[in-house]
C-alpha cells in the first residue's frame, strides 16, 4: 500500500516562499502520476499542481509563482511555492494515482497524505 508524508509547511509572510515535500513509499513511484491539492477553512479542496514524468500542470492562481518537480530515485515530489499570498493558507495534500494520464479531480487520485499546513501572514 502507498503511503505519503508530506513535509514543509509553516507560517511565512505574504510574499515568502516555502518549499513542500511529499515523500512516498510502497508501490512503484515513477508510475504515479502525482499532485498536489489545498484545502482551506470551509472550502472544498482543490487542485494545486500535478506532474506526470516531466509534464507539469497547474491551477490558473499559482501558474508563474509555483513549481513541482519529482524525484523518482528518491521517491519525492515537490512544490515549489513564491510570492505566497493569506488567500493561501490552507492545508497543503499530496496525491497520487496508478497511470499517468493527468487529472485535476480530487476523486480522481487513489491514495492521499495527511496533510501539512500552510499559513500565509499579511
Known amino acids: 500500500q502507498v503511503q505519503l508524508v508530506e513535509s514543509g509547511g509553516g507560517l511565512v509572510q505574504a510574499g515568502g516562499s516555502l518549499r513542500l515535500t511529499c515523500a512516498a513509499s510502497?508501490?512503484?513511484?515513477?508510475?504515479?502520476?502525482l499532485g498536489w491539492f489545498r484545502q482551506a477553512p470551509g472550502k472544498e479542496r482543490e487542485f494545486v499542481a500535478s506532474?506526470?514524468?516531466?509534464?507539469?500542470y497547474f491551477a490558473d492562481s499559482v501558474k508563474g509563482r509555483f513549481t513541482i518537480s519529482r524525484d523518482n530515485a528518491k521517491n519525492t515530489v515537490d512544490l515549489q511555492m513564491n510570492s505566497l499570498k493569506p488567500e493561501e493558507t490552507a492545508v497543503y495534500y499530496c496525491a497520487g494515482k496508478l497511470g499517468l494520464g493527468p487529472t485535476t479531480k480530487v476523486n480522481g487520485y487513489d491514495f492521499w497524505g495527511q496533510g501539512t499546513q500552510v499559513t500565509v501572514s499579511s
Open positions: 510502497g508501490g512503484t513511484f515513477s508510475r504515479y502520476f
Open positions: 506532474i506526470a514524468w516531466t509534464s507539469t
